[in-house]
């Protein structure tokens, strides 16, 4: 058991601006908005943090679980986190404190045993069944090269939505993954202070056992971004590259991270999957896997709502239509389509609500949500009103769902 700390001893928390992929999850998972960020480095704040370890599970890296016993009046303060590089090493304490009366503060590691349910709208925890994960195989230290062995446009030719389907391959490099985790990109070159760029995070898009059954490899959904989220013309440093990459070129690869948004690997699990654009990675990763195995018999049902602007612009379109229908329940929604009302996903949840609440009722069903931010309140706002017309209480649900790591948000 730890002994409790002095009073003028402060565990700090702190991350690690080496490992952190900038994801913001630990930002959107802190319930008490003690994080912060610029474009250097995520920070924590030493006067708000009460080490309640919300944000340490669902932190894709582990980058979020460092800890520093300081002086209280010498915590690390913001400005100089935001400047650093790297962790700074451990401070021997003065010999006093250690014999010092006991703060009445809670500790980090008795929290650890509750965590509290954080301000984000998913579970921090994976369903139950999922498999173990591995995470942070290959860092910014020391990367992993893997080998382009496909790049494909997956959207119509003559749309603005450039996205891209690329193969990676590690050789004989072992890169083990699971559907819904992801791995991190590192563009050449260097941002505008002369540092070499951050990592990017793309989710894969194809299952465990490789975009090729069988082989050492995996694919990405990238899309090229050319504006920003104001609409601004805006060139993406690595979605720019991965989209322009060739054949036999070699790729700088870190992970792989997530641990929470896993697929549930019990048999009969149904999966209700909601997304936008390229948030159709982990999707079709997902699918990939229970299509590999439908001979089994194990595959519970698969519920997808799917947003695009268009058909052309909706990536995967054919192959996904290709599916059976007893296999996936398929439901498109179109925003920018001609002659078409404009359809949100939220829009097409309302309209199978049934369906929706049929799903809902059964345990062994997990949801997942990824794409654009956006969409997060308008699906919450959806699930709420599909439960809420069946009599039941959504706020009940939702923590059941939370707790029981059967609802994940991966947004941008
Ligand atoms: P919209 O036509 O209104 O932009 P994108 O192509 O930009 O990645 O977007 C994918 C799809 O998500 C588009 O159909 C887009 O519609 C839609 N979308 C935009 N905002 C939201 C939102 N708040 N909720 C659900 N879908 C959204």
Known sequence: MNAPLPAEVLKQH???PEICIRCNTCEETCPIKAITHDS????????????????????????????????????????????WEELPGEKAL??????????????AT?????????AAPGATVPPW??????????????????????????????????????VLDFGELPFPVLEGQSIGILPPGVDAQGRPHHARQYSLASPRDGERAGYNNLSLTVKRVTEDHAGAAAHGVCSNYLCDLAKNDKVQVIGPFGNTFLMPNHPRANLIMICTGTGSAPMRAMTERYRRRIETGENGRLLLFFG????????????????????????????????QPKRYVQDLIRDRADAVRELLADRNT????????????GVLDALREVTLQAGQDWSILHDALRREGRLHFETY
């Open 14 to 16: 702190l991350i690690d």
């Open 40 to 83: 250097n480095n995520y920070v924590v704040d030493p006067e708000i943090c009460n080490g309640c370890m919300a944000c340490v599970p669902p932190c894709p890296t582990g980058a979020i679980d460092n800890w520093r016993l300081m002086v209280r009046t010498e915590a690390y303060g913001l400005q100089e986190q935001l400047g």
């Open 94 to 107: 003065p010999e006093a404190m250690a014999a010092a009366p006991a703060s009445d503060e809670p500790d």
């Open 110 to 118: 008795e929290a650890a045993i509750a965590p509290p349910l954080s």
């Open 129 to 166: 069944s999922a498999a173990h994960p591995y995470v942070n195989l290959y860092t910014h230290k020391a990367p992993m090269t893997a080998t382009v062995v496909g790049n494909y446009r997956v959207t119509g030719a003559d749309t603005e939505s450039d996205i891209h389907h690329i």
């Open 308 to 339: 695009a602007r268009t058909e052309r612009e909706l990536p995967y379109f054919g192959p996904l239509m290709k599916l059976p229908r007893d296999f996936i329940d398929i439901n498109l929604a179109l925003s920018r389509e001609t002659g």
């Open 366 to 377: 997990c949801i997942y949500v990824c794409g654009l931010k956006g969409m997060e309140l």
